[in-house]
C-alpha cells in the first residue's frame, strides 16, 4: 500500500471518527454560514451608513450594533455548526451557539465596529470597511476556537485539540495558498492584499481540515459520555 492510501485510509479509519455524511455537512453548513454572515453584512452595512456615523463617540449606539453583529455571527455560525456537532455529542444547541456569541461581541467591539465607524466619518467605503473586517473576524480561529473548546471541555477529552484544529487549519490554508500564488498568476486575489475575498476563500478551504479534526475531537472513544443515540 502506498503511502498516499495509508494516509488516506488513516483519514477515513471510524474508530478514528470518520464519518462521510458528517463531514460533508460540516463544510456545507459552514461554507452556508460564512457565506450568508457576509452577505447580510454586506447589504445591511449600506442601510446603516448613518447609523454608523451616529454611533461613533456613542457608548450605547456601539454597544447596539456591536450586539446585533455578535448575534448574527453567534447565531448564524452556531446554529448551522450544532446541525452537526448535536449529533455527535449531547450539547444543547443554545449552549453551542452561546459559545460563538461571545467570541463574536468581542470581534465586533475590537475589529469591526472601530474599523467601519473611521471609514464611515471620513466618508469611505463603509460596506467594503464592514465585508472586509467582518471576513477577518471570522477567520480569527484562535478566539473562537477557545470558546468553543471549553464548551466541548464536558463532553470529550481531546476537548483542547479543538483549539489547535482552528489555528493550524488556518495557518496551513494560508501557507499553501500562498505558495500556489506565488506559481499561478491568476491567484494573485488572494495574496497579501487582505480583501474580503482573500479571506472568504480561506474561510471555505479551511472547513475539510476543521471538520476531519472535529470528528476526530468527538469520536466515539474520546466522549466522556455515551453518545446520542442513532448517530454514530
Not at 116 to 127: E, F, M
Not at 132 to 146: H, R, W, Y
Not at 169 to 190: H, M, N, P, R, T
Amino acid at each position: 500500500m502506498s503511502r498516499l492510501l495509508k494516509l488516506r485510509a488513516a483519514l477515513t479509519s471510524e474508530p478514528l471518527g470518520w464519518h462521510a455524511r458528517l463531514f460533508r455537512q460540516w463544510v456545507l453548513y459552514n461554507a452556508l454560514a460564512f457565506t450568508i454572515i457576509l452577505a447580510t453584512v454586506y447589504l445591511l452595512a449600506g442601510l446603516s451608513l448613518d447609523v454608523t456615523k451616529q454611533a461613533a463617540g456613542r457608548i450605547v449606539a456601539t454597544l447596539l450594533i456591536a450586539v446585533a453583529g455578535a448575534l448574527l455571527y453567534g447565531v448564524v455560525l452556531g446554529a448551522l455548526q450544532w446541525r452537526v456537532v448535536g449529533q455527535r455529542i449531547s450539547i444543547p444547541r443554545r449552549r453551542w451557539i452561546a459559545s460563538c456569541v461571545g467570541p463574536g461581541l468581542l470581534l465586533w467591539l475590537l475589529i469591526v465596529l472601530p474599523t467601519a465607524i473611521n471609514t464611515a466619518t471620513s466618508d469611505g467605503n463603509v460596506q467594503a470597511a464592514y465585508l472586509t473586517t467582518v471576513s477577518q473576524a471570522l477567520a480569527l480561529g484562535p478566539l473562537l476556537g477557545l470558546s468553543q473548546a471549553l464548551t466541548l471541555r464536558p463532553y470529550t477529552t481531546r476537548w483542547a485539540w479543538w483549539i489547535a484544529a482552528n489555528v493550524v487549519s488556518w495557518l496551513l490554508v494560508d501557507a499553501v495558498i500562498y505558495l500556489l500564488s506565488l506559481i499561478f498568476s491568476g491567484l494573485d486575489f488572494v495574496r497579501g492584499n487582505g480583501s474580503s475575498v482573500e479571506v472568504y476563500v480561506m474561510l471555505l478551504l479551511t472547513t475539510p481540515l476543521t471538520g476531519r479534526w472535529l470528528l476526530w475531537v468527538t469520536a466515539p472513544p474520546a466522549l466522556k459520555s455515551p453518545p446520542t443515540p442513532g448517530n454514530m
